[in-house]
Structure formats: structure tokens, C-alpha cells
């Protein structure tokens, strides 16, 4: 066996140092117990996500191989892939401690039984860049097995540590890092006619520049190689997860936008092309009854607004994009949305204006702004405008103080920037009322 890496099989020796050292949890309600640090938890991919992926990858019909995570962390992606694709799965992992509990989860997930490749599942304790060492290692180790042959690589999938200030770094901070690992697997690889079967997590903070590094570190090393961009929200208005699908894995449509709800995808929209950055129209204050719709940011992350909001606009509704390039994309206009707009899992909120104000909402102005709602008929507001995050509950807390027993409809303040005279711009405080 190779000695920069050590192999860990996936059995129930694996399970019993786990269960001494963290006992199984599921991490939510309904979803398999788990082993993991609370480090592993922060970094881990949740499981309602490696399950509705891994559907779609077994839609793949990917070439005869194994799967390999050469940064596996908790293992509960790696073993979503293998149960959906009844494959073998190869992990790998830098810290020794993560690659036990990933062995061990990966025993707990993948199914029982009789299927001689069950004892083929290997995690890796090692450097997932060095192909040639981790591959030494499974060899040595599947032959200690009985195993005499070792299958080629069917599918990487990859989700790489990425520095704490997710804002500002640089590709090569990722860890591993992206190209070396490509240079270092590719050839290891069984590709078919439609090139290498990759699946690649990225921060969903990737500015648009170190996008484009990502397409060219593919044009380089997959060159003519299909490729779909995946933007996917889970609704909480930001983009939780950023993804690369080459391959068998990439769709027809080079870029997609993805709504998820608790287990399953609610809404998608995919494009062969992204529609030309949104010119934000910072005019007049919303008046008065106008209607405001608060977009998930994934529909403009993605470009794909112009094909989202195509299928609603018409002679009777043509908002402006007041706001697209913060965390909450904000549409205005005179008219009422389609119904159908309003129930579009990719609305956030949708309402009808009722007051707004200058100043941010505080600790001191939050009864005045409850009174104002009330007086409009609002008897639940949420906060949905920017505000220092450690006041945002207590803000909320004392909204929700200050409506109690209140009846009427469900409402929302949002931030909505507007032109000043002297040619600058201002943000205002929008109430509105979804009723
Ligand atoms: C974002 S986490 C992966 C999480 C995983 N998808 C999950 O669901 O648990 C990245 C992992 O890569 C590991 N890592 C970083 N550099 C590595 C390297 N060169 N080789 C192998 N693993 C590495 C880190 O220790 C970390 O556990």
C-alpha cells in the first residue's frame, strides 16, 4: 500500500469507531442519521440536496465505472450518488478524522445486503490531487479484498473548501484546487462521446470573473464538452448552491436556475443564453398602491430574468426592475401581477404599498411602523430589507410584539432604491401588504 494515503473500508468497524466518538444524528427531521463534527456539518452538502442531485445524475446514464469525491468530507454526498446510480463509490479526504466518519456514514446510507460490491466502497485518508498515489492505495487495498481489477472512474463529483471570506477569494484558495485536480484524475477517467462525466460545486459567491476562469480551466482540459451552470435557492434569498454539470451530466440549456423547496425542486428555468445585465430603474419612490414583487436572487444571478418574467408580462402588467443587483431583486409596477406570478415559488413576496419611510427600520421606530401597517390592514410584517443581522430578530421581535392580536393580512417591509435631485440615489422603506 501506497504510504501517503490510507485506505478505510466502509463496514461496520467504521460504524463502531463513529458511534463511540459522535453518535448518528439526523441533521433534520425525516432525513437518515448521520456521524459529523460540527466542522463537517458547516461544510457538508444538506442531504435533500445529494438526494435530488443524485436523481438526476442516475438520469445520466453515465458510463460503467466508479464515483469518485476526491474531497468527500461527511461522505453523505458521495453515498446519495451510489444509491441513486448503484455504483461504488471512492473518497477521499485530507483530515483523517473526517475520512473515519465519512467510511462510517457511508456504511450507515448505502443498502445492506448481498451485492458483492458493497465491500468495494473505499474512503481515502490522503491528498485528493494525487491521483497516483490514492490510486496505489485502492489498488493494494481492493486486492487485500479479493478484488483483482480496479474499475475506471465513471463520475467525479467535487465540492471544494473554500476560504471563510467566501467574498474575496481566488480560485487556487480552493481546496483542493480545481485545475490540478482535473489534470490529475481526467486521464483516469471512462469518457464516452460526450466527454468526461463531472459534477463541480463552487462557492455560490464566484464572482462573474472567476466564473469565467472555471469555463477556462474546462474549454482547456474538456474542450467542445457540454456544460450547464446551476444556480439553486432554497428560498432564503441567496444562492445556496452554485454548480458546474459537464458531460453526461449537463443538460441541453447552458445555464439553469433552480427553486428548491424542503425535498424536492419547485420551480426551474433553464437558457442556452443569459439575458444582458438588468439596467436598474432607481426613478420615483413606489407610490402609493403600486405593487411590488421581491424576486429570488437566483433569477438574476443567472441572467435568466428575461426569459422568467417574459411568460407574465403583458399588455396589462410591465414592471421595471427596481433593484437587481443586491440580495433582493425587487420588481415595480402600477398594476396588479398575474395571479400566476404571485404563486411562482421563485416570488419571494409579492404586495400592494402601503406606507414607506426614510429611515431604516430600529429598535425605537418598530412600534410606529407596526402602527402604520396596522392602520393599513397588516396584522403580521415581516422584515425583508437590509439591517444590521444582529438586530434583525430583535427588530422582529419587537414587530411581532407590537402587532399581537392584531387582525389583518400578512405584510413586508422591503428597501427599495430611488434617484435623489442631486443626481445620486437614496434607499426607501417600502410597507406593503400582500393581501
Ligand atoms: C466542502 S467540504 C466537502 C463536503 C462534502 N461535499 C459533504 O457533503 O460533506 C471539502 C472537504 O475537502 C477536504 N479537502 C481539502 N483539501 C483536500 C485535498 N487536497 N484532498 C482531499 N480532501 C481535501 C476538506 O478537509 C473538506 O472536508
Not at 11 to 33: H, Y
Not at 346 to 375: D, I, Q
Amino acid at each position: 500500500m501506497g504510504d501517503t494515503h490510507r485506505a478505510l473500508e466502509c463496514d461496520g468497524r467504521a460504524q463502531s469507531w463513529a458511534t463511540k466518538k459522535i453518535p448518528a444524528k439526523a441533521q433534520r427531521k425525516g432525513e437518515p442519521a448521520v456521524h459529523m463534527t460540527d466542522q463537517m456539518r458547516r461544510l457538508s452538502t444538506p442531504w435533500s440536496i445529494a438526494f435530488e442531485r443524485s436523481e438526476r445524475i442516475a438520469k445520466a446514464n453515465l458510463p460503467p465505472g466508479i464515483i469518485l469525491d476526491p474531497a468527500v468530507g461527511s461522505g453523505i454526498h458521495l453515498a446519495s450518488i451510489c444509491i441513486a446510480t448503484n455504483t461504488v463509490g471512492l473518497g477521499i479526504e485530507l483530515d483523517e478524522e473526517a475520512a473515519r466518519f465519512s467510511a462510517a456514514n457511508m456504511n450507515r446510507l448505502l443498502p445492506k445486503g448481498k451485492d458483492p460490491r458493497r465491500i468495494a466502497h473505499r474512503i481515502i485518508i490522503g491528498d485528493g490531487v494525487d491521483s497516483t498515489g490514492a490510486l496505489s492505495c485502492l489498488h493494494s487495498s481492493l486486492d487485500a479484498s479479493g478484488i483483482k481489477s480496479t474499475p475506471p472512474i465513471a463520475m467525479i463529483h467535487v465540492d471544494p473548501a473554500r476560504p471563510l471570506d467566501a467574498q474575496n477569494h481566488t480560485l487556487d484558495e480552493m481546496a483542493p484546487p480545481l485545475r490540478p485536480l482535473l489534470q490529475a484524475w481526467l486521464p483516469h477517467m471512462e469518457i464516452d462521446h460526450r466527454g468526461p462525466a463531472l459534477l463541480l460545486d463552487l462557492s455560490p459567491r464566484l464572482s462573474k470573473k472567476q466564473r469565467s476562469e472555471v469555463d477556462k480551466i474546462l474549454d482547456e482540459l474538456a474542450p467542445g464538452v457540454n456544460r450547464t451552470w446551476e444556480w439553486l435557492s432554497q428560498g432564503g434569498g441567496r444562492i445556496d448552491r452554485l454548480s458546474v454539470w459537464v458531460g453526461p451530466l449537463a443538460s441541453s440549456e447552458k445555464f439553469r436556475a433552480i427553486r428548491m423547496g424542503p425535498s424536492a425542486v419547485e420551480s426551474m428555468i433553464s437558457s442556452s443564453e443569459q439575458s444582458l445585465f438588468i439596467s436598474e430603474k432607481k426613478t420615483m419612490p413606489p407610490r402609493f398602491d403600486d405593487w411590488i414583487v421581491v424576486v429570488d436572487p437566483s433569477i438574476v444571478e443567472s441572467r435568466l430574468h428575461i426569459d422568467w418574467l417574459n411568460s407574465y408580462i403583458d399588455e396589462s402588467y410591465d414592471p421595471i426592475w427596481q433593484r437587481a443587483n443586491l440580495r433582493r431583486p425587487v420588481l415595480v409596477s402600477k398594476t396588479p401581477p398575474p395571479p400566476a406570478l404571485m404563486s411562482d415559488p421563485f416570488v419571494v413576496a409579492a404586495g400592494r404599498v402601503v406606507a414607506h419611510r426614510l429611515s431604516p427600520p430600529n429598535m425605537e421606530n418598530a412600534p410606529t411602523l407596526a402602527r402604520a401597517a396596522e392602520r393599513a390592514g397588516v396584522g403580521h410584517l415581516v422584515l425583508r430589507c437590509e439591517v444590521d443581522p444582529e438586530l434583525h430578530p430583535k427588530i422582529q421581535k419587537r414587530l411581532n410584539k407590537s402587532l399581537k392580536g392584531v387582525d389583518g393580512s400578512r405584510g413586508f417591509v422591503i428597501d427599495v432604491p430611488v434617484s435623489s435631485r442631486d443626481g445620486g440615489w437614496h434607499v426607501n422603506f417600502v410597507t406593503c401588504s400582500e393581501k
